[in-house]
């Protein structure tokens, strides 16, 4: 599981631009089942009896946030927006690179404090910031152009206690999930189908899933996403801790015999697993994927995670294993209709 989230997070994906994490997620789940890469980048594969009328959908999203550059000025300054819910108060002094040439970095710039207005303190809006790619203006369109997309660089850490921190874990963690289930299932004498969507565009549109899930016609289906995990400062009840197993989400939004067969699952077979009480809408594709043509049976099954947004995201492994167990009883089982 950690050499397979090490690669999965060394590969760019900003939602739109989800090539390079979209060849690569397809040769490893081609190992265990026929896979297809879809127009918009999101890649299917179908496991156990394909034939069957009967179909599963596990879908998790491949895309990350990012940047997106929308002016370069005369001085060769690069203007900036998101793609993605990034968080403005971490951008200025951050690193950032080019998924068009990788080994091309930029800064972001900061004002030093000793410069900085009087009292002047708030934080930039996205908009403000400029990237310093620390060349004119004349070389710097040599490289880098108007829509190109930026990821926040950071490194791949392995911290104590079997926990791991990366960019990208939002949602590299779900399709890492979703490859070990497939790997699982490969072994299996399955009598109903089993359908592995990795989305693309999540962050911005949820085009993937919206999409995908009308080809795939899933008779329900279960999204894997990462959800907030208690810190410092983030103490409410609301909230799962790591190492304590998934979180299964209750919302109105999401099926009650799906969210009921995933507990009982959890409960039948000794997997810890948490509660995610929301009162309204997900905020993943599940919201999508549960409206699809006539309807579909939506669960949400969510890996907890710190620091979401950032280039220090960090989950747990033993939380990431114990999703794969749950999933994979709930997948062989046959979903609600056994």
């Known amino acids: ?80 927006s998101n793609c993605g819910g990034i968080d403005s108060r971490i951008l200025p002094g951050s690193t950032v690179k080019t998924c068009q040439n990788p080994e091309i970095t930029g800064i972001i710039c900061s004002i030093p404090p000793h410069l900085s207005k009087k009292g002047s303190d708030k934080v930039s809006s996205i908009d403000e ?13 040599k490289y880098i152009n108007v829509g190109d997309r930026l990821s926040l660089l950071g490194e791949f850490q392995e911290l104590l206690n079997e926990r791991i921190s990366s960019p990208s874990i939002d949602d590299r963690a779900g399709v890492a999930v979703l490859i070990k289930l497939a790997e699982k299932l490969s072994k299996e004498n399955l009598d109903h189908k089993i359908t592995i969507l990795l989305s693309s565009q999540e962050e911005t549109s949820s085009l993937g899933a919206i999409t995908s899930s009308y080809e795939c016609r899933p008779d329900e289906a279960i999204v894997v996403d990462v959800s ?14 790591l190492d304590k197993g998934p979180l299964i989400g209750i919302s109105p939004s999401l099926s009650k015999k799906v969210t009921n067969l995933l507990i009982k699952t959890a409960q039948k077979k000794d997997i810890p697993y948490q509660l995610e009480i929301m009162g309204g809408k997900t905020g993943t594709n599940a919201d999508h994927i549960s409206v699809s043509r006539e309807g579909v049976h939506c669960g949400l099954v969510s890996i907890p995670q ?33």
């Not at 620091?307 to 749950?326: C, Q, R």
């Open 1 to 80: 599981m950690k050499n397979l989230i090490y690669e999965l997070c060394s590969k760019q994906g900003i939602s739109g631009d989800e090539k390079n994490i979209s060849k690569f997620v397809y040769k490893k789940l081609s190992k265990y089942c026929k896979c297809k890469i879809r127009n918009d980048g999101s890649v299917i594969g179908t496991i156990g009896n394909v034939n069957s009328e009967y179909n599963i959908l596990f879908d998790a999203h491949i895309d990350q946030i990012g940047l997106i550059i929308t002016y370069i000025d005369d001085n060769g300054f690069a203007k900036i």
């Open 129 to 141: 910031l400029y990237v310093d790619f620390a060349m004119p203006c004349e070389e710097i369109k």
């Open 228 to 241: 907030f995990a208690k810190q410092p400062g983030v103490d409410s009840n609301k909230y799962s801790k």
């Open 306 to 338: 710190r620091y979401m947004h950032t280039a220090v995201e960090v989950v747990s492994i033993k939380d990431m294993e114990n999703t794969v167990e749950l999933l994979f009883n709930y997948a062989k089982k046959g979903g609600i209709i056994k």
